[in-house]
């Protein structure tokens, strides 16, 4: 199978057969396709066209399509159908960390109804446990349905096991060995399994290396983990070692991307993911705050630079060279902050290497600095300025400003972080602000001073 | 075995074991360490106590670590053996992927020469084969190991065959199907295997419907693919449906994250991937060439301004709202450009759509061009302008910019996109730089306006 190509004609061709009710020509249609594909499918429906192919779903499949559609999607549908509907058609045939994360998004009320439908009561009890973890821990991105065998039985048995265990996993990635308590003892891979007599046992063949995490740990942290250790599937102990859940990668790559993608947000000034399809009014309460803030910032700035309005009436060419000085603090600032923000965020800081970052941060902001000074020396001396004052008020300037926000912008990172604050606030408008401000004070200062002792 | 937390104890207490030349308790330090954790050891220690350690592990293990260390340092070790011990200590036992990566790393000549050495012809070969295709291609991520059987074997075939092939397996996520050709016709889990009877032909259990790449699909494709339907690995046939290889998921995770960051840099101004771990050097490269850009820019702002120098020694308030203006621009430019860039990468637009953002985008502006521009209305009546002529001019200037820097911001990135250039190049410094220019022109030109017209 080579990958589905969403395109509009198939759309709009599914959507002439769902008004038709022609409900078998639809179900040729979209049976075949894998649950991700017709989740972008029913993105493109309307309510009622989605709801209509979703009754046209086998049940199994009903539940996998649900937890591929996009959280906002998602509940467009869930308001759509009564909770008995919910339950017995989705919340009982998904993934139970799937079926958590469902059930998690209602209303209090809504969830009470839906669990009192389910029929797997087994899974009912599995949503209400993992609905007890904060949705960022370990605890709130694993599933329960995991394949685990006893240390003190045989590759036979384990076999046997295995048959009836395996009924609700789609993939076995690892069995995991617990003893009678059902503590954590280590891994099995199915490949050792096979190869070894059936007459064995369990606890003459474990892997007791077996690399697991607790409830509590972060996603961050777990995503961290499962990278460094390219595993494709982590068990999950509680606080006394008892083998609770497991985590997938896939669950993970979503938290690693949206680590990288959260980071870039904050840089854009964005203050929640939003996306192009989003409504108009969504975008604006993404955007507008950061905007309001910028204005404040800038009005700020306007504010010291009319104190110093005489001198600028005076040498009106002072007004020429803010921007430049703004617009470099800014830059230099934003390198200097998204280094720190990417070493923060990958762990590779430690109290050794902070001083070492600072020592290099400050060697790179002198050697950038007395570059950029010397190259807008040089082009100033081109304008029409009649005399070396201006020319010598902006290298200076700019020498200052260009090692101030290199400095500001490796310190700041890191003081928010040890406030125990999203250091990635620091590379957004915020540090912009700061610079152009502060860089506009070290510019008009300067040149005040300069200005009225060369002139 | 909870997670291997790197000390600085650690590292110390290791470099005086070395030192001593105690190979016993180095050895019994290090050995139960995943190489991911030996890895992080070997970065900290010094070349010659790296190769020390390095000749302590066994082979299987020590070709582990080296793929595990960052290209960077690795260079440094690879520099630091002769040929023939690279050959047999480390390519040899290392997957094809990992193999392909270190010696397409290497130099022509110590290519030649390392593979010359190598004991393990069909390795060798493998890697001749890799070395083939382009790095960012499904080609070049793949290995060569994988599991693959014939549709006309039975089941028991089957399951002598893996013990033979799963050899050189950590673990076997699936089993691929192929008919006599080597053409891939459908994947075996493992699952299916052991609960089938062993007498069954695979033709009769395998499932037809497995996705795959083709070689010269790009490495951000797969990323996207194996996202999208959960893989974990994915198997890569060539032009006529050979199959050549397979991609696990812990080498996409490393495009995911790497795609993310690479966006993440462009928009800090950072021309290369550099981490305050590099030297001064590599980050001034990095970062110098964007920052002379940005000068170079602010110096064409000076000239634009340089033409108002008249107009602004007569109304000095004028310079005060220029960086309101130009930090709005840039603010708003980056809003834009960001959500279009996430957009183009998730793939999320079409020719439909792509219409559909500009209208939303250009609605959104116009709900902040008014929000903003009617603050700043207030807020600047507070300054002692003396008249209504310099509110209403920054006030009708920064409602132009913002939707000028919008519709900019969004085009912008479609244009790069529509080029074929990478889109993520317009939330860099270059759109604040634009932004600055024009915003700036529409600024003063309004004041010229304006101020001449009213005052």
């Not at 906002?72 to 139970?96: L, T, Y």
């Not at 929640?272 to 905007?291: G, H, I, M």
């Not at 800014?330 to 050794?352: E, P």
């Amino acid at each position: 199978m080579q990958q589905f190509e969403l395109s509009e004609e198939f759309v709009s061709h599914l959507e002439k057969l769902i008004q038709a009710n022609n409900k078998e020509d639809v179900a040729k249609l979209v049976e075949p396709l894998h649950p991700a594909d017709i989740a972008e499918i029913i993105e493109e429906l309307d309510t009622e066209e989605a709801q209509y192919l979703f009754l046209l779903l086998d049940e199994e499949k009903a539940g996998d399509v649900l937890a591929e559609i996009e959280e906002d999607e998602r509940q467009r549908f869930i308001d759509s159908f009564p909770p008995e509907v919910i339950a017995k058609r989705f919340v009982d045939n998904m993934d139970s960390d799937d079926a958590a994360d469902l059930v998690g998004s209602m209303p209090n009320e809504q969830q009470q109804e839906v669990l009192s439908h389910m029929e797997d009561l087994e899974q009912a009890g599995d949503i209400v446990d993992l609905l007890h973890y904060d949705e960022d821990s370990a605890g709130g991105l694993m599933g329960k349905e995991l394949v685990k065998v006893n240390e003190n039985w045989t590759v036979l048995t384990c076999l046997r096991e295995l048959s009836r265990q395996a009924e609700n996993l789609d993939e076995i990635f690892y069995i995991y060995v617990v003893d009678d308590d059902n503590i954590l003892k280590g891994r099995l891979s199915l490949k050792k399994m096979i190869l070894t007599p059936t007459s064995t046992k369990i606890k003459n063949i474990y892997n007791p290396d077996v690399t697991y995490v607790t409830t509590d740990e972060s996603a961050e942290s777990v995503g961290r983990i499962m990278q460094k250790y390219d595993l494709v599937a982590i068990p999950v102990v509680d606080s006394i070692g008892r083998l609770v859940g497991r985590i997938t990668i896939d669950d993970v790559v979503d938290v690693i991307r949206e680590e990288a993608e959260k980071d870039y947000q904050m840089m854009s000034g964005i203050s929640q993911d939003v996306e192009s399809s989003d409504t108009v009014w969504d975008q604006t309460k993404a955007r507008l705050p950061w905007l309001i803030i910028g204005l404040f910032g800038g009005m700020l700035a306007a504010y010291m630079i009319s104190f110093y309005e005489a001198d600028i009436a005076l040498f009106p060419a002072t007004a020429m060279f803010i921007p430049v000085i703004t617009a470099m603090g800014g830059n230099v600032g934003i390198q200097s902050s998204a280094i720190v923000v990417k070493g923060l965020a990958s762990n590779s800081f430690n109290t050794k290497n902070i001083f070492q970052s600072i020592t290099k941060e400050i060697s790179c902001a002198t050697i950038n600095a007395c570059i950029c000074s010397s190259i807008i020396f040089i082009l100033s001396l081109f304008f029409n300025l009649n005399s070396y004052a201006m020319p010598i008020t902006v290298t200076i300037s700019l020498f200052i400003v260009i090692m101030f926000a290199s400095i500001f912008g490796t310190a700041f990172p890191l003081l928010l972080n040890k406030m125990k604050i999203d250091p990635a606030l620091a590379t957004g408008p915020f540090i912009t602000l700061t610079n152009d401000i502060i860089g506009l004070n070290i510019y008009l200062f300067t040149g005040k001073a300069i200005l009225g002792w060369l002139m």
